[in-house]
Nanobody, 124 residues
Framework: QVHLVESGGGLVQAGGSLRLSCAAS????????MAWFRQAPGKERESVAA????????YYADSVKGRFTISRDNAKNTMSLQLSNLKPEDTAVYYC?????????????????WGQGTQVTVSS
């Protein structure tokens, strides 16, 4: 069973930065497209960013473009999300997800495997 573990969440002031990591195991990492999603209280889960198997293609939600950067290290089976210029509306639980497919996908339904999430809280 694919295992995904997020880390790096925390409490930060508006304008600050965080780096989230997702460690993947029990899979051939290079065969999986990866993504970050987030879910705020009372809201639906939404796509944040996605990255192709090689890392050559990336996708960002409009709300995070220019502030967040997704990357992956296929040698270490890890994916990261650099969050900069954080805003209170970025507060959410952030999840990493994996899909055994080519391309990149923004829909949650495309992803078969999910981590347990890491909390990001941005204070104003």
């Amino acid at each position: 069973q694919v295992h995904l573990v997020e880390s790096g969440g925390g409490l930060v002031q508006a304008g600050g930065s965080l780096r989230l990591s997702c460690a993947a195991s029990r899979l051939t990492f290079t065969s999986y497209a990866m993504a970050w999603f987030r879910q705020a209280p009372g809201k639906e889960r939404e796509s944040v960013a996605a990255i192709s198997r090689s890392g050559g293609m990336t996708y960002y939600a409009d709300s995070v473009k220019g502030r967040f950067t997704i990357s992956r290290d296929n040698a270490k089976n890890t994916m990261s999300l650099q969050l900069s210029n954080l805003k209170p509306e970025d507060t959410a639980v952030y999840y990493c997800a994996a899909a055994p497919a080519t391309g990149i996908y923004s829909q949650a339904s495309s992803y078969a495997y999910w981590g347990q999430g890491t909390q990001v809280t941005v204070s104003s």
